[in-house]
Structure formats: C-alpha cells, structure tokens
C-alpha cells in the first residue's frame, strides 16, 4: 500500500519549503479511522461521563485528560520493530543486563562555609578559563617546543608553565584548574575563523580581525557555572576533592525530599551552580527496563495546551490551559524587572538587592513547574508506548521577529513550556524504558482537515476546526494530533496487513 521511504516534503527540517503531508496512505488510513467511530466529533459532549472519561494519569499541579471515542470497535495496533528478529537471537541473559549510562543531578545542602568554599572554586575556575582564552585569541595558539603531548594537554602544561600566576597555585586544586584550561583549549580550536568582509552591499568592509579564532569568555551574568573534576575519586565520603576540603563537615544532597550523604561514585562528578544554588551531577549505570509494550501515539505541541496525543483509541491532553499559571508569574517577573531598572541611585542598592534575590525566587519557580511537567509526562509516557512520535516544533523560527505572524504573548507562552527541553527528558525517559523517539516535522498537520484532507488556510488562532469541505468539528489539537499521527504512520512504518478492528504494520527506526 506504500513504501517506507519519507517523501521529499517530509525529508528534513532545515528545508524552507514544505508542502502538505496528505497523500493516498493519509486518505486510505482516516477513512479506516473514522469508519469506526459511530458519532462525529462535532456531537460528542466532551464535559459529559458517557462521552469523555477524566482520568488523572500523574498527580501533579497540570491537568491531564484521557478522551474515550464513542465506538466499541477503534483503532487496535500491533506494532513489530524492524529490529525484532536481531533481539529475538540474543541470549535473554544479555538482554536483561543491557544498562546505560544516565547523569542525575542532586541538590547539594551546604554551611556557610562550604557555599563559601565552592563559590571561590567557581570564580577562580571562571578567571583560569577567561586567562587562558585571552592568551588564545591574542597569541592565535602556543609554542609547543619542547613540551610532550599534542593539543590540550600540551596547553595544560604551557598554561601552568608560562601563564598561571603564582597566587593562583595555592588557591584553586590543579584537578579543577586542568579541567578549566582544557576545556578553554577545546572551546577556542573548535572556534570558526572570522570572514574577511562583513555586511552586505554598499556597507561592505574589511573585516579587523579577518582569518582569527575569537572564543567567547565566560561572565559572571552565565546562568550556570560548571565546576569539572579529574577523577571518581575526587568525591570520597561528602567530601569534594579531600585534601583541599580540610576539616569540613561533609555535604548533603536532596533526592524527592529525602537527604542522603555521596559516599562515592563510579564516574567522576560534576558540580553546578544555578539559580544561586549548588546541584551535583552523579553518572552511574542504569538497567534498561522493557516496557513491553507495543503501543504507538503521535503528540501535538501546543500553546493552549502543552501536549495533546492520540494513540489510535483515545486522546490525551497534558497541561490544557494550564499555561496561564506560568504566564501569571512572568508577568509578575516583568514588574519586578522593571521596579528594579527604575530604582536607580546609590541609595537603591539594597532595594535592588532584594528585588534581584525575589527575581531568582521567582525565574526558579518557574523552571521548577515547567520541570516538573516534561519529567512526569516523559516518565509515563515512555512507560507507556513502545513508539512515541514527537514533531520538531521549532519555536526558534516560529517567534522570530521578522517572520513571524504570531503575537508576543503567544511567542512568550510557546517559548515558556520550552519544547526542545522536553524532547531531551523524553529522549532520555525512552533510552531508560526501552522506547523509540521518533521526530518529523509537522507541516500542515494542524491546517489539514484529518478526514478529506481540506487545508484550513485561514485558521489562525481558533480553538474549533471547522473544515468547509466534509463538515468535520472538532477541536483544534485534535485535529492536529491526528494529523500527526497520520504523517507518522506515512514516514515510518510498512503495512503488513490490515482488518476491521486490526491493522499490523512494521516500523523501521
């Protein structure tokens, strides 16, 4: 009925032109769709019992919703990846063990002293790395005559030779400043060499610093600073690096609550300072657990509504509406932004003191919600479904000024649920449980009628898809999580056969 290769319109994101996904499979896979459902969407109560089933699928502060069509015979799919037959002729025993490697980060309970001791690592590891891009972008390399090694670790022998400071030996542990000037080396060869012109035109000119490696230095305005270790042995007991953490007690971390003390690690740690906080990042090794099951469902993004999926049989909607909690607290960040810029003058300091503290309360809370809803929605969904389908949603493009037909509040809203984090939780959730993430783009999908294939040009911003064509109603995200299913089906599966009540396909990843 079609083959599995992607068609040029759906080929990758990076392409400027898109055309629309419907094709003969998208016709041929809704009439088998719809032909199950005994009512139209336009008549189904979606406030009622009979209609719509409520079902609380995680306990949080967003709302989910599980809508049941009204049709004892739906959509029953048995899905076999293409990679069965290689799974099938391994040993069990392998399978069983198979683990990888996953970073969970801790918040870290720390005195006063040791805030103090971690803060003067983070500054110093910042002053390593600026001195060592500084030297890089001025001399354009170094002299490697008569040092060993290529690359970092001959500029991590140079640096400490002929650059670091003398008040600098005793200050910062040489495992943190090893890290820091090879991570300064990484950044500045990986640098692009400026172009010999700059603009366009009649505007155009010799470019000053034309064929040379600038690499940016890092400032103390980052929104995170990283402080990196040598070796698993550098935490022992609570203790980072020990023979520079002298008699202090040892630190604590928060995992759900519960405090715990990091006797030791198989891999080496890493320490993050955000948010005015410290978080500690533990590598260790995972058991993949199979999920066992063979479910597939095709998600839509959105504004109003944070994710909305369809599985074959029912609907699911993560977050609907529940974006006006987060909206609430960024226009509360914006005033307090602007009280701040206006209280001016030296006896404002303290003022602005407090209000910049009260605005990492607030930017903190905010990250913490939005969170907080792509991990629970990850977990359970990669639990869940052996194949989840998640368009690129590419706000980077969607708000930009230029081009964009949006408004403000809408760009700062689809920017605020911050898609591309979610599809890194969701990644890594699906390497955990043993599930596949498969990404495409969705052009079309929510203009398309998902029953005769009439584009909605005019849709804009309605909640309701009306198509003029067939009559079809239903809800904006509906129609968009349906026609995101049916492009996944097109880009990624063959069928094998297909009934009343079953259809069997084959799914190349």
């Not at 002929?162 to 990986?190: F, G």
């Not at 708000?399 to 408004?407: D, G, N, Q, S, Y």
């Not at 999580?481 to 079953?502: E, H, I, P, R, Y």
Request: glycine letters at 4%; charged letters at 25%; aromatic letters at 12%.
């Amino acid at each position: 009925m079609k083959s599995s290769k992607k068609s040029e319109a759906d080929s990758t994101s990076e392409e400027k032109s898109y055309l629309p996904y419907w094709n003969e499979f998208s016709q041929a896979m809704s009439e088998w769709l719809w032909s199950a459902i005994k009512t139209d969407y336009a008549d189904l109560d979606l406030n009622s019992s009979n209609g719509c089933a409520k079902n609380a699928i995680v306990n949080s502060w967003f709302s989910t919703k599980l809508s049941y069509l009204q049709s004892e015979k739906w959509l029953r799919i048995f899905w076999q990846s293409s990679m069965s037959s290689v799974a099938d002729c391994t040993d069990s025993e392998n399978t069983n063990r198979k683990s990888v490697k996953v970073c969970t980060q801790y918040r870290m309970i720390l005195t006063l002293e040791q805030e103090q001791l971690l803060m003067k690592w983070v500054r110093l590891n910042r002053k390593t790395y600026n001195m060592a891009i500084a030297y890089l972008n001025q001399k354009q390399g170094f002299d490697r005559t008569g040092i060993g090694g290529t690359g970092k670790q001959a500029f991590k022998t140079f640096f400490k030779a002929h650059i670091r400071p003398d008040w600098l030996k005793n200050e910062l542990p040489a495992a943190i400043l090893d890290q820091a000037v090879m991570e300064a080396y990484s950044a500045w060869s990986t640098t692009q060499r400026h172009p010999k012109t700059i603009s366009k035109g009649k505007d155009k000119k010799p470019h000053p610093q034309a064929g040379l490696k600038i690499a940016k230095f890092r400032s103390i305005r980052d929104s995170s600073q990283t402080l990196q270790f040598k070796i698993a042995s550098d935490l022992n007991k609570g203790r980072l690096l020990p023979q520079y953490w002298g008699e202090l007690p040892a630190f604590e971390c928060v995992d759900n609550g519960v405090r715990f003390c990091p006797i030791s690690n198989p891999y080496t740690p890493e320490v993050t300072y955000k948010h005015s906080r410290f978080y500690i990042s533990l590598p260790e090794d995972v058991e993949v657990v199979d999920n066992n099951k063979d479910a597939f469902i095709a998600f839509d993004p959105g504004v109003r509504t944070f994710l909305t999926g369809f599985d074959g049989q029912k609907m699911i909607e993560f977050g609907n509406g529940d974006i006006h909690r987060i909206v609430r607290l960024c226009q509360w960040l914006d005033k307090l932004r602007s009280f701040r810029d206006l209280s001016k003058g030296f006896k404002n300091r303290h003022l602005r003191y407090r209000l910049s503290q009260k605005m990492k309360r607030v930017t903190r809370r905010i990250r913490n919600l939005v969170d907080e809803m792509h991990r629970q929605v990850a977990s359970w969904v990669a639990k869940n479904y052996r194949v989840i389908a998640l368009p690129t949603y590419e706000t980077s493009q969607m708000v930009c000024r230029a081009v964009r037909k949006i408004k403000s509040k809408t760009a700062r809203s689809m920017l605020s649920f911050a898609p591309y984090r979610f599809s890194q939780v969701l990644e890594h959730q699906c390497t955990r449980n043993g599930s596949v993430l498969i990404r495409h783009t969705e052009e079309f999908t929510s203009k398309t009628c998902s029953r005769c294939g009439h584009i909605h040009y005019s849709l804009g911003g309605q909640k309701i898809f009306k198509c003029s064509n067939c009559g079809n109603h239903l809800p904006r995200d509906w129609n968009g999580a349906l026609g995101n299913f049916l492009k996944a089906l097109w880009d990624t599966t063959l069928l094998n056969s297909a009934s009343f009540d079953c259809v069997q396909m084959t799914v190349f990843v």
